[in-house]
């Protein structure tokens, strides 16, 4: 009973900006790292950026250094990502990602997605 609920995807032109936002939910003990995943189609996901939960250490594919910037608010659990100078190349389902301890079960940490939002990079 997690749910990670992706926001703010849309069309935009080359050059512009979006951000995504993610909400995490339900029966959370704790969160430590979150992150962004993304898939074009006839690829396989991969990894946009990364945030610990301590000291919010980032970590960020080198496709995106220096364009998208990720961040999070540990007291809303939530995490999102400034995406600015975006390329056709980074049209894709954005997924949000978090490892999770339950409070229903709190001797695993597991895995959660969020459902994907879209981002459409065309003139």
């Known amino acids: 009973q997690v749910q990670l609920v992706e926001s703010g995807g849309g069309l935009v032109q080359p050059g512009g900006s979006l951000r995504l936002s993610c909400a995490a939910s339900?029966?959370?003990?704790?969160?430590?790292?979150m992150g962004w995943y993304r898939q074009a189609p006839g690829k396989q996901r991969e990894l946009v950026a990364t945030i610990t939960k301590i000291g919010s250490i980032t970590n960020y594919a080198d496709s995106v250094k220096g364009r998208f910037t990720i961040s999070r608010n540990n007291a809303q659990n939530t995490v999102s990502l400034q995406m600015n100078s975006l390329q056709p190349e980074d049209m894709a389902v954005y997924y949000c990602n978090a490892r999770v301890l339950s409070t229903q079960d709190r001797s695993v940490w597991r895995i959660y997605w969020g459902q994907g939002t879209q981002v459409t990079v065309s003139s």
């Open positions: 339900g029966s959370i003990f704790s969160i430590n790292t």
